[in-house]
């Protein structure tokens, strides 16, 4: 198995670890090539989660090999890798920190970050002065409405490093997992830090 494979799992594990994919949520993937994304199923405990545990897909969702079903969620990574050709992982989770600040700020359609330092973490970024906005879609279980809705986002926002789901979650992407995960990293505190930020009146 290649070790992008093997660095997935390690990241979905490390995920569980910390208390960001309760209760076997979230999901990841990684793409192989043009057309073969490896994904985890539904319902996986992430903490037990190894190669034989993903499944081989299409862009078009199709199943090409491995046990289990696809997550509805499959869809939303699927957007993703269309929309942006460079990406080759997706993380997704469910933090305290993200479900909070993503219903608090659902209203205004982003979360701003800056003038933090750990910004510099995120590819591109090179100053704490930058300004990520990262977007808000309203959650919903209409995953064609949301797919539909999640490809505008990405074209309003074409810069962002990624996207929150309004008390639902947080999905990242990265040219690399090594990439996706420092993202997810650094962009997890810094909801964390705003959160604390806004609920105390500073």
């Not at 499944?55 to 993703?80: F, N, R, Y």
């Not at 990242?172 to 650094?186: K, N, P, Y």
Request: hydrophobic letters at 40%; a negative charge; charged letters at 25%.
């Amino acid at each position: 198995m290649s070790l992008e494979v093997e660095e997935l799992c390690d990241t979905a594990r490390w995920c569980y670890t910390r208390g960001w994919v309760p209760a076997t949520s979230g999901n990841f993937s990684v793409r192989m090539a043009a057309n073969l994304i490896f994904i985890t199923g539904s319902g996986l405990d992430k903490g037990r989660l190894t190669p034989e545990g993903l499944l081989q897909i299409d862009l078009d969702g199709k199943v090409l090999s491995g046990d289990g079903k696809p997550s509805a969620e499959t869809a939303l990574h699927l957007v993703i890798y269309r929309d942006r050709p460079e990406v080759r992982a997706i993380l997704h989770v469910h933090t305290i920190w993200n479900t909070l600040l993503s219903a608090r700020r659902a209203g205004r359609g982003f979360v701003l970050l800056t003038n933090y330092e750990l910004l510099k973490a995120l590819s591109g970024v090179k100053t704490h002065e930058h300004k990520e906005q990262v977007p808000i879609l309203e959650n919903s279980q209409d995953y064609t409405s949301l797919s539909q809705a999640l490809e505008k986002t990405l074209a309003e926002y074409p810069s962002a490093h990624g996207v929150l789901l309004s008390g639902h979650g947080f999905y990242t992407w990265g040219t690399s997992v090594t990439d996706a995960r420092r993202h997810l990293e650094a962009l997890e505190f810094l909801f964390e830090v705003e959160e604390r930020r806004l609920s105390e009146g500073r």
